[in-house]
């Protein structure tokens, strides 16, 4: 089958009815929201997507169908909609989140020319282009009427995508101009092609998420005769299988039985050449951290008391209390009830002196209650409360010990953590000075896994400097981080705090060269924190805005390694 049309406009249509996949979240979690941010007629959705009642709480996750017209506008066709901005937010997470990667946050940046930065005002009304397609003459030939723009998350691999819609890989991958078995990621989109209008009825299989599915219009022989095929397999390797397991029982009977026996007096220590047989295997390691890893469970009221009412006295960040639970100062977050499972395994896997140590939970009711974790921390306050604080200046020693410590976690998180971790959100917010002057990485809820295919949270931040490689094209790495610490290392030496960077990127503008010679040390000094005075080392400075400079390369290889950046700053703290 030739490739279809895929998201260029074609010479066959400029214009065709069609359908995106929303999913439902906890913004936008009944029809009559979901209606709202679309433009679409309510009482069609309501029919479209078989509910009984506009404000019917959906799940969290829970496919709905969404009418649009598909128009060529330049090149590529585009569903265009308005949307009003409700708080201050930058455009990855509006393109992320709101939208659910059904466009990319350049998109937005090219249709709202007025944006100079991308962070975006609350009020501001933005041009939002979804993506969409419209078949071509060939792929109209062939029967298809309709190609549904459907936003993929984890898991969705060849085969699942071909059973849930019901249609042969190949034709699939011919929508989507793809080879055959091509790799695809969560939060792109991919086209679904339909002869017909998608019905949709929700699966019965009890799984955790509601997924629309589109009856099949059309008997598919070649599912069917690979489901055969595969059916044999399995048979026959279940048969398999079941004889090794009896065999494999047998013999280990016979060796717990044989152990028994022997009356063993001695245990021989193991010598350094037997360590690859030693017990404490890495994966026993992981094990243990996760089985003794205990947290204690609190009730909501126990953490007001604690925070007096979370009162604006306590607050530290956007989103957390600090507070005092008999003898132990905590620190309390607030976190949706989704994300709780993540953060627990994020952080049982974790145990370094620079990075908040978890301490217990407080559930929610529902998805609609708060729920809360509680960090074991004698926090002082965040970095960028502490760098504001001209009262109580931060000493240029305690700088640089700050930022060894977070270079220090990040490197833990990097290659030192079994599975390594990407913080994704390395920002003067998300570090706490302890009241000894240390630092310890907080906000780990956004953590990304190294190497891992499951669905990325977008940085979640109302403000700050972020890579462009990830607030342009979505690319996570490693240099994300990075990036971030970069902006970390400018704000410990200015004490400023940039939203776009504008300010630093003057800065940083005489270190490579374009400034007038001679006159290096003058603009450093009148960079550096003027409530610092005389009290810091000019040399330390200098190396310390090279280090930055160095981790705030546009080209995220030119970036150098946590390690290297560890070795650099282990000579000044």
């Known amino acids: 089958m030739v490739p279809g049309s895929r998201y260029t406009c074609n010479s066959f ?13 906890s913004t936008f979690q009944n029809i009559s929201a979901i209606a709202n941010l679309f433009g679409a007629d309510l009482d069609r959705l309501i029919q479209l997507n078989k509910l009984t009642s506009p404000s019917q709480v959906l799940k969290i996750g829970r496919e709905v169908l969404v009418p649009i017209n598909c128009t060529c506008t330049g090149e590529f066709f585009q569903a265009n909609f308005s949307y009003i901005v409700p708080g201050t937010m930058n455009c990855l997470r509006i393109a992320c989140r709101t939208f659910e990667a059904l466009l990319k946050s350049q998109a937005i940046l090219r249709a709202n020319p007025q ?58 991958w011919a929508a989507n101009n793809f080879t055959q078995r091509p790799t695809v990621y969560p939060k792109t989109t991919f086209l679904i092609p339909l002869r017909s209008p998608p019905i949709i009825y929700l699966n019965a299989s009890g799984s955790h998420t509601q997924d629309l599915v589109f009856i099949p219009i059309t008997r598919i022989d070649s599912v069917s005769a690979n489901t055969s095929k595969w059916m044999i397999m399995y048979i026959i390797g279940g048969g398999v299988g079941l004889f090794v397991s009896i065999l494999v029982l047998i013999v280990f009977a016979f060796q717990i039985k044989r152990t028994r026996c022997l009356n063993i ?9 037997r360590s690859p047989n030693s017990c404490l295997s890495p994966d026993l390691l992981i094990g243990m951290s996760t089985l003794k890893y205990s947290l204690y469970n609190y009730k909501v009221e126990e953490l007001s008391a604690a925070t007096r009412n979370f009162s604006e006295s306590s607050k530290l960040g956007s989103n957390a209390h600090k507070g005092r639970i008999g003898d132990t100062e905590v620190i309390v977050r607030q976190i949706e009830f989704e994300e709780i499972r993540k953060n627990i395994d994020i952080y049982s896997k974790i145990n370094h002196s620079n990075i908040l140590k978890l301490h217990g939970v407080c559930y929610g009711k529902s998805n609609f209650c708060p729920s809360f ?4 921390c004698d926090g002082n306050s965040t970095l960028r409360d502490c760098l504001s604080d001209h009262s109580n200046v931060l000493q240029w020693q305690k700088r640089t010990q700050l930022a060894l410590d977070i270079a220090n976690g990040i490197h833990y998180l990097h290659p030192c953590s079994i599975p390594s971790y990407i913080h994704m959100n390395i920002n003067s917010k998300s570090i706490l000075v302890t009241q000894d002057g240390r630092g310890k990485i907080a906000n780990l809820g956004a953590a990304s896994i190294v190497g891992s295919t499951e669905e990325k949270g977008a940085i979640d931040a109302s403000e700050g400097w972020i890579a462009p490689e990830y607030l342009l094209e979505g690319m996570i790495s490693a240099k994300v981080d990075i990036f971030g610490f970069g902006v970390v290392l400018l704000e410990l030496i200015s004490a400023e705090k940039t939203t776009d960077g504008t300010l630093f990127k003057e800065f940083l503008r005489f270190l490579g060269g374009s400034g007038a010679e001679g006159g290096c040390f003058e603009k450093l000094r009148s960079f550096i924190d003027p409530c610092l005075k005389d009290d810091y080392v000019l040399g330390e400075a200098l190396c310390m805005a090279i280090l930055a400079k160095a981790c705030l390369e546009d080209n995220p290889n030119h970036r150098p390694s946590m390690d290297k950046i560890l070795k650099i700053l282990a000579r000044m703290a």
């Open 373 to 376: 974790l509680v960090f074991d």
């Open 265 to 273: 007096k001695k245990v021989e220590a193991p010598s350094a050449g």
């Open 13 to 25: 249509t400029n214009s065709c009815n069609t359908f995106i996949v929303y999913r439902s979240q």
């Open 115 to 172: 944006i100079t930065r991308t962070f975006v005002k609350a009020g501001t009304s933005l041009n939002v282009p979804l993506k969409c397609a419209c078949p071509d003459n060939v792929s109209s030939s062939s029967g298809v009427k309709y190609l549904v723009t459907y936003p993929l998350r984890r898991h969705d691999g060849p085969v699942k995508l071909s059973r849930k819609f019901g249609i042969p890989e190949e034709e699939l």
